[in-house]
């Protein structure tokens, strides 16, 4: 088969499969149903994907191992806890996370809500977990300032993030709105480490 129609049927198949996860999840998702609306065999599938999983990780492999590889962010700490120089680096932040969640907003609405089942299942848990790994070297990263929050409150803060983000990728809400919320909880978080510390002064 040449090469330009050997793309063109994986590209159809991925088509499928991604309709067919959209509409029943992982665990429905048979490989008989996607070859026949892929209009091929069976057996013909599995030549271009081993299994099942091997599909689910096509899809969504790539945007799953990405989210969680914070450090891929490309976005430093800044270099003191100032204030204003803070609340710049938030306001970076959220224009960046926007721009992520909306370049990959079809894969991740799959890895919160149909993946049940699957490798990928406790996507969201695991990004808090990640998420809280990346802001505790954040504070590592500012260790000798005494006022920084503690464990419990990092923890909070990561999943207020998360669970935005979540909001904000199911709810079909518009930029607008997520700039909102996003400054709000920016708001809470500077406000916090204002009082925090004056305390510590």
């Known amino acids: 088969m040449p090469q330009v129609k ?9 088509e499928v ?6 509409a029943g999840g ?3 998702m048979s490989m008989r149903t996607v070859a026949s609306n892929s209009g091929i065999s069976t057996s013909n599938l599995y030549t271009y994907f081993s299994n099942k999983e091997a599909l689910l990780d096509t899809l969504v492999g790539e945007v799953y191992r990405k989210t969680l ?10 270099a003191s806890l100032d204030i204003s120089e803070f609340d710049q680096y938030l306001q970076r932040m959220t224009t960046q996370l926007l721009a992520y969640l909306d370049t990959n907003h079809d894969e991740l609405v799959l890895l919160l809500t149909k993946v049940q089942g699957s490798p990928f299942e406790g996507f969201k848990e695991r990004f808090v ?17 005494s006022s920084l929050p503690s464990e419990e409150l990092i923890m909070g803060i990561c999943h207020l993030y ?3 983000c979540e909001v904000y ?9 997520m700039k909102e ?12 480490l204002k009082e925090s510390m004056k305390k510590a002064d």
């Open 17 to 22: 499969a991604k309709e067919e996860l959209g």
């Open 69 to 78: 590889d914070l450090e891929d962010a490309n976005l430093e700490w800044p």
């Open 26 to 28: 992982y665990r429905a």
């Open 162 to 164: 998360v669970n935005l």
């Open 181 to 192: 919320k996003t400054a709000e909880l920016n708001t809470f978080i500077v406000g916090g």
């Open 6 to 14: 050997k793309e063109a049927v994986r590209n159809r198949i991925l």
């Open 169 to 177: 990728l199911l709810h079909g809400h518009n930029h607008q709105w």
């Open 129 to 145: 977990a990640h998420y809280l790994d990346y802001e505790r070297h954040a504070v590592n990263h500012y260790r000798t300032i």
